[in-house]
């Protein structure tokens, strides 16, 4: 009797050890051949899953992606008040983006190659980055409606303020190596108190 494998486990088991060497190699450095090695796959059990290395990769973003929307949906959803929920997701993004800073690097250097070689990526990233824009506007909109933030607290720029503490913190991990987390959550964390109604 043939054993039944379960393909939704395996394919997110192969993501897995595809952002691993991803972080350790580098996107341009990794064939499809390597990807197969590493997953313990043969190449032609790979191309059930995946059509190719890129999709492999997108497939790892989403994944990392697909873990914090999950947890922001939690969040969002409990009653506690706005700002609490801004710091604990806040927390959740930052802690992800500290424990993927090796595959932040292949990002950043893949998202670089790509406009080098004439891509737009403006409107992918986007696409990866909309979601917890949107988010956070709408708890920063939430708390100025219903009182917890100070009345004049405008939203849009809030949102953007606090999504560059994310960038800010991507960049440093990616090309200096200097930031820290602790230092990143205290900005986010003035930030909040500062548009708190006292």
């Not at 697909?66 to 969040?75: A, D, L, M, P």
């Not at 993927?100 to 409107?123: C, P, Q, T, W």
């Amino acid at each position: 009797m043939k054993a039944s494998i379960d393909h939704r486990a395996r394919k997110q088991e192969i993501i897995a050890q595809a952002i691993r060497l991803f972080a350790r190699e580098g996107y341009r450095n990794v064939s499809f051949r390597e990807l197969s090695e590493e997953c313990g796959v043969a190449r032609t059990v790979l191309y059930r899953y995946f059509r190719d290395k890129r999709q492999i990769f997108d497939s790892a973003i989403s994944l990392v992606l697909v873990r914090i929307v999950q947890k922001h949906t939690e969040i969002v959803h409990s009653k506690l008040p706005a700002a609490v929920r801004l710091r604990q997701i806040c927390t959740v993004v930052t802690a992800t983006l500290f424990d993927n800073r090796e595959f932040l690097y292949v990002i950043i250097d893949y998202v670089m190659a790509r406009k080098h070689e004439g891509h737009d990526m403006s409107r992918r990233i986007m696409r990866f980055t909309i979601g917890l824009k949107r988010v956070m506007h709408t708890l920063l909109a939430w708390g100025v409606h219903h009182g917890e933030f100070n009345s004049g607290v405008k939203p849009d720029i809030l949102t953007d303020l606090l999504y560059a503490q994310f960038e800010s913190a991507v960049l440093r991990l990616a090309i200096s190596g200097d930031a820290v987390q602790t230092d990143v959550l205290d900005r986010i964390d003035e930030i909040l108190k500062g548009i708190e109604r006292k």
